[in-house]
């Protein structure tokens, strides 16, 4: 199983070495718009992100690791219509409920806990330390920074950014593509 790696910056790199993490794939590549050809982290960058079709069924899988919301959201559409499955990538120090609803294209980043009942939308990007109270659920698109904790029965909309050491309170409603700066307490 052969898995591709939207973007090779900083996020891509963080995505690797989570893909790595899991031992499932058999071979692993980027695309991104810059330093085609290159290796980074021992992972080569073979062609452009507007190529990504050419590359199925070569590849099987696709993860985007584009931070912008809004283009990784477009991006995993275009993806899901070209045929490419979107894995769940989730570091093995991560605790994740058999109860809670994680959906397809998004990662969990190591210590990251994710409580039972809780749900987490298509293509989220969950960070390091950050943890997801039982039945607080998390829309589409959203990336949730490090050691944020997001409280019980709040409701986080798509495309939300939520910035490293943030609270959102008990039964909190974020409307769609909020930003929240680094250590709010909402």
Excluded: W
Excluded at 80 to 85: H, L, N, R, T, V
Excluded at 111 to 118: R, S
């Amino acid at each position: 199983m052969n898995l591709l790696i939207i973007g090779a910056g900083g996020h891509g790199r963080c995505c690797l070495d989570i893909a790595r993490d899991m031992n499932i794939f058999d071979k692993i590549s980027f695309l991104d718009d810059q330093n085609i050809n290159e290796v980074i982290n021992d992972c080569k960058i073979i062609g452009s992100i507007d190529e990504m079709s050419s590359y199925y069924p070569e590849y099987t899988h696709i993860h985007i690791a584009i931070g912008n919301n809004s283009v990784r959201s477009k991006l995993l559409l275009q993806a899901k219509e070209i045929g490419y499955s979107l894995p769940i990538l989730q570091h093995s120090s991560s605790v994740v409920s058999n109860y809670a609803s994680i959906n397809e294209g998004t990662i969990i980043f190591p210590h990251a806990v994710i409580e039972p009942n809780a749900t987490i939308g298509k293509g989220c990007i969950i960070t390091a330390n950050t943890t997801i109270n039982h039945d607080a659920m998390i829309n589409d698109g959203c990336l949730i920074y490090s050691n944020s904790i997001i409280r019980p029965m709040s409701v986080i909309g798509s495309n939300t950014r939520i910035g490293s050491g943030c609270t959102i309170t008990f039964g909190t409603d974020i409307k769609e593509e909020t930003d929240i700066k680094d250590g709010s307490i909402i």
